[in-house]
């Protein structure tokens, strides 16, 4: 169920510099082909830099952080990407950005984009293992092998393609290390499902309309982790597998850690499960910030 960034797109104002490099407005400069970021390249490298210093800062940030203070800021942060997913989501929509093979909300990271928001406002236990499972692994193939090319504006594409993915990794890590909502087995089971439901979606969008969200019809014509996988659609069956027991992995220690401290799991599904120590710590915030945090940490 593969997932390989993309962006959507038309063409901006820019100049061709010496050496294949791309200034667009005089601000971002991209390396190789006019309208196109490779893998590695400054940019890219900038970029994953970033993402490592960002999630040691914000995890030790929310674990040690005033409760009530790391709450707020969360939830502000969740209003602000879901209002962003939704103006991103009406801009593929517009006249001088509709394409066909890209304008329609059918990548992981499209219903990522409004699942991650959700984790932040309400910590729903669904969203929070869903984004946890989708952000490190499905997500990730866009922050390790991007295939990005810009098409309307290169500055306004490149931040909304790194505010994407870089927060599809940075919410899942803060939500799980940081406030330690761990995922269960359930919570797994759940997530795979939910991979597997919008595989069929979104496999359906790409038969009626030609276009191969996903990947799912077909290999991206440029080289991604899926050519270690074999050809369609044998990567796909090979990459569902893999996928499991990845996910699994993902899952184990948490179980382990949790059966051995003896941690609840707040919720009739079960899905997730928190040390007492930081329900504690969120009970607290809740009781000052108001009623609806009582339903993230009710045992």
């Not at 707020?72 to 991103?88: C, K, Q, S």
């Not at 593929?92 to 093979?101: H, Q, R, T, V």
């Not at 059966?259 to 000052?288: C, E, K, M, W, Y």
Request: aromatic content about 12%.
């Amino acid at each position: 169920m593969p997932e390989i960034g993309t962006s959507r797109h038309v063409l901006a104002e820019e100049h061709v510099l010496a050496e294949g490099h791309v200034l667009a407005k005089g601000h971002l400069v991209a390396e190789g082909a006019l309208g196109h970021m490779p893998a590695y390249g400054a940019a890219h490298v900038s970029m994953l830099v970033l993402l490592v210093m960002a999630a040691v800062v914000l995890v030790r940030w929310a674990r040690r952080g005033e409760p009530e203070r790391v709450d707020r800021v969360l939830r502000i942060a969740g209003w602000v990407l879901l209002a962003n997913a939704v103006f991103w989501t009406a801009w593929g929509f517009m006249p001088w950005a509709w394409n066909l093979e890209e304008s329609l909300p059918l990548h992981y990271s499209d219903a990522l984009r409004f699942l991650l928001p959700i984790a932040l406002i309400i910590r729903a236990p669904w969203a929070i293992v869903v984004s946890w499972f989708w952000g490190l692994t499905l997500n990730m193939q866009s922050v390790l092998t991007p295939d990005v090319n810009y098409f309307v504006w290169i500055p306004l594409e490149f931040v909304e393609y790194w505010i994407a993915h870089l927060s599809g990794v940075l919410g899942p890590v803060v939500l799980v290390w940081g406030l330690r909502f761990h995922p269960t087995w359930r919570g797994c089971g759940l997530a795979y499902a939910a991979t597997v439901l919008w595989a069929a979606i979104a496999f359906t969008g790409n038969a009626l309309t030609g276009a191969n969200y996903g990947y799912l019809n077909r290999a991206p014509d440029g080289a991604s982790i899926l050519d270690l996988l074999g050809p369609w659609p044998q990567y796909l069956l090979v990459e569902a597998v893999l996928i499991a027991v990845v996910w699994a992995l993902m899952t184990l220690p948490w179980v382990l850690l949790d059966r051995r401290g003896g941690t609840p799991a707040p919720g009739r599904a079960g899905l997730v499960r928190r040390p007492r120590d930081a329900q504690a710590s969120s009970s607290t915030s809740a009781s000052r910030s108001g009623p609806w945090e009582v339903v993230i940490t009710r045992r």
